[in-house]
Every structure is written in C-alpha cells, then in structure tokens.
DNA sequence: TGCATATTATTTGTCGACAAGAACCCGACG
DNA sequence: CGTCGGGTTCTTGTCGACAAATAATATGCA
C-alpha cells in the first residue's frame, strides 16, 4: 500500500444529492490541473474512503467524467485518467481554432449587457493571475474568460464542445507552463482586450479574424513549446 | 398503476457488464425514435423490473443518457425524456449548418478507401429504406450515413458533437415525419450521392458547398414542417 | 367550505455486502 | 529455463435494503 499522493477531504456531514457533484467538481479540478496525472489509476475504493462515503456516489462521479473524456475505463479492469494524444494534435487544433472563431462571432452579434459583466470579470480575474504570475490560475481564468464569451453567444452546442476543447487545453498548458514564459501572458491579455472591443462593438467581421488570430497564436505556441520540450529528452 | 408502454424484454441471463449498455442502448433507442415521448417521466424501479436487474445498472445508463442531454433530472425529483425545444432551433440549425460543411469538407480531405466502403454502404441502406418507404429506417440511416462520413474525416471533436446534432434531428424528423413525403426522400438520396462523388474526388471546396446546401434545404425542410404543423394545430 | 398543517406514500440517493473477472503469485512439468 | 496451470487476491459490477426528500393525501380548524 502506497500513500495517497492527494490530501484527505474533511467532510464531517454533507446533504443528500451532495456527494456526486463534489467528488465530480474535485476530481475534474485535478484532472485538469494535472494534480492527478494522466494514465494514473483511479481505485473507487481508495475515493470512497477518502471521500467518506460509499462507492455508489464515486462511481456516478466517474461514470460522468467517462462520458467527457476525462477518464478512461477498461471493463471489469481498471479505470485511469486518460492519456494526452500527442501524437495527432491536429484534430484538436483545428475544432479549437473554429469554435474559437464561431463563439467569438456569435457573441459579437448575440452578447448583452449582462454578458459584458461578466466577460468583464473574467478577463480582470485573468489580468490579475497574469500580474500574480499564478500560472495554474492563469489557465484556469484564461478558459473561463473564452468560455464566458460561448456563454454570451448564446449556442449550447458549441458552447459544450468548446468547453470540452478547453479543458483538453487547460492539460496541455498546465503541462507546459510548469515554468512560464511572463512575456506571452501579457500578449494574451492585450488580445483579449481587443476581443472584447470588438464584442461590445457588434464588429462579427472583426470578432471573427481576431479570434482566429487569437487561435493560431495560441497553436503555433504550444506547438513550440511541445517542440522544446522534445528537443530537451533528446538532448539527455 | 398504469399500464407500461413498452413490451417487457426477455433477458435470460447475461455477462458481467453487458446490463448497462444493453439497457443504454435501448432507451437511446426507444428515446430518438420518440417510443418514449418527451416529458415522460422515467421510473427506475419501473426499468428494473423490465429489465430484470438491479436499480443500479439501470442508473448507470440513466446518467450517461443525461450526460448527452437525451433526458433530464430533477434532483430527489422524477427524472424525464429531455423536452424538444421549439422556441429557439436557431442554434440548432447554426451547430448542424456548421458542422455538416466541416465534416463533409474533412471527409474529402482525409478519407480512406475502407471509409467509402462504409459510406456506400450506409447510402445503400439509405436508399433501401427509401425505397421501401420505411419512414423510420430513413431517419435512422440518414444519420448513420452522415456520421459515416463525419467518421471518414477523423475528428473526433467535431464527430462527437455531430452526432449529437444527429440525434437530435433523428426526433425533430421522426415527429414530423409519421406520414412521409415520397419526393423529399429522393432529393435527400441524389444530393447524397453528390456528396459522396465530392468526397471521393476529394474537391473539398465543391464537398463544403454540397455540405452547406444540404444542411440548408433540410433545415428548410424541416421548418417548413414545423409551420404546417402550427398551422393545422390553429386551425383546430 | 376553504386553508393551513400533519401524515402518508412514492421516488430517489446512499450504503454495505457479495460475486464475477482479471491480474498476480507460485509451483510443477516439459 | 521457460511455460503452463491452479489458486489467491484485488478491483469492479450487481444486488437488496434503508434513509432522506419531495409529492400526495388526509386531517383539523376557522
């Protein structure tokens, strides 16, 4: 028996329907935080008594996140958090760049007044990770602020797939930016201050190009970060 | 008690795991092909003892299905055959626009030679169920031959969300449909054709046009369904 | 009779336990 | 020395039962 490499969670009483989304919430956070590491074991278990309560609400937990991707599950085998495709990223780029665009375009045309609050509060929460040099929150805050932004374009469709693209990003950037580059960060927000002029503005055509633009940079950038990252196993 | 709707299932024995996905498959069945009508309220003991098995595989299935939104639950409340939105489609038409033009354009550009064996096959059926005028078989195999080509253009991404739309269409037609037009079926096999002629010619461009009018004429279609249907329920 | 409240009933959420597969260990045999 | 087989263990899938939350019903009072 090895020690849990997760803290234990104090959960002296909770209410009834409570259980699943808290475990749901947390294990999604870890997931995507990479706190809990891709192709790592998942034992119902090990969850259930760390959570003090029984396997059923653990199980409607991982049941969930099977159906999002973000786990993995062998039958009447094991379960483990599921694996970051490096080798064909492509994909990924490519729905990411369009829901890009399309959630950007349909804010610029479907946003109200509302919706600017909260994309408002979103990018400030963004700014101020990028000042506190927090990277973890600056991945997190970068995807609510795109995601805020789906919400105002009002289409649930798109807005499901992009979320699910976005947290497959929070991954990759989380698994990058263990040292972050200060220079790139501030270019996201100076972009991301123009996506929301051109929102408030109603300008589709522009809203569209700039988060195409906003895309690209962000692919090109991972890109060459992957590409680092290689180059540093080779060389040892 | 009121009597049940659909035929109990004769379930001798079966495997380990195979409960869950048997009893998900049906009721994604019996829901897209509206045997189980939106609204209803889904019992779980009710399913049980259909089912002739515990609560807990049949909850499994309940949480995928709510998962991909084809039913929606009410916390310690019933738990419902997802309602169709009538309201605003317009989401709707935009997400299945888009991602018809998308995939249609990936499949001219990525296809294999085993992927137009699928797809013929799945236009075959189409045809057959045409041919036969079986209502309910075209709208199942209509889908099953775009998701083939959605398949053939290997985005996973973009598949996933497609099919969703996909299914949601299967019951906005399915509604509509329960006394066919004859000539609508045959423009719906030549444009198909089309398709698969671009696809094999791999002219994306022509693939992204055919794509888009498709998209638009059935949305047309389906619309023009819509208002007749309002218009017999005002005249009442 | 009408309304507020208490009681019952129904349905869901959670639990502990058992059993089926699969991995693992270990010894025997070629 | 490697491979096959049997037993063991460990994890998951399923079950029946209980408790909580809500809906439905009944009751009491003005």
Do not use: C, W
Request: aromatic share 8%.
């Amino acid at each position: 028996m090895k020690a849990t490499k997760t803290k234990a969670v104090a959960v002296p009483e909770r209410k009834r329907g409570s259980g699943v989304k808290f475990v749901y919430d947390l294990l999604r956070d870890e997931i995507l935080d990479l706190a809990l590491q891709p192709g790592s074991p998942i034992d119902e278990v090990q969850l259930a008594e760390r959570f003090q309560m029984s396997r059923t609400p653990i199980r409607e937990a991982l049941v969930r996140l099977a159906g999002e991707g973000l786990i993995d599950t062998l039958p009447n085998r094991s379960t483990m958090v599921a694996n970051l495709d490096f080798l064909n990223m492509s994909p990924f780029f490519d729905a990411l760049t369009l829901m890009y665009r399309v959630t950007t375009q349909l804010a610029a045309r479907n946003r109200r007044p509302e919706d600017l609050e909260v994309i408002r509060a979103r990018q400030g929460e963004f700014a101020a990770a990028v000042k506190a040099q927090d990277a973890l929150a600056m991945i997190a805050t970068n995807a609510a602020f795109h995601a805020a932004i789906a919400e105002a374009g009002r289409n649930p469709y798109f807005n499901s797939l992009f979320s699910r693209l976005l947290d497959e990003g929070r991954r990759f950037l989380r698994l990058y930016y263990q040292s972050y580059d200060d220079r790139l960060p501030q270019q996201f927000v100076d972009e991301h201050e123009a996506m929301v002029a051109a929102i408030i503005a109603r300008d589709t055509a522009l809203a569209d190009r700039l988060g195409k633009a906003h895309a690209e940079q962000i692919v090109q950038q991972i890109q060459k970060l992957m590409i680092g990252k290689e180059r540093l196993d080779i060389s040892l």
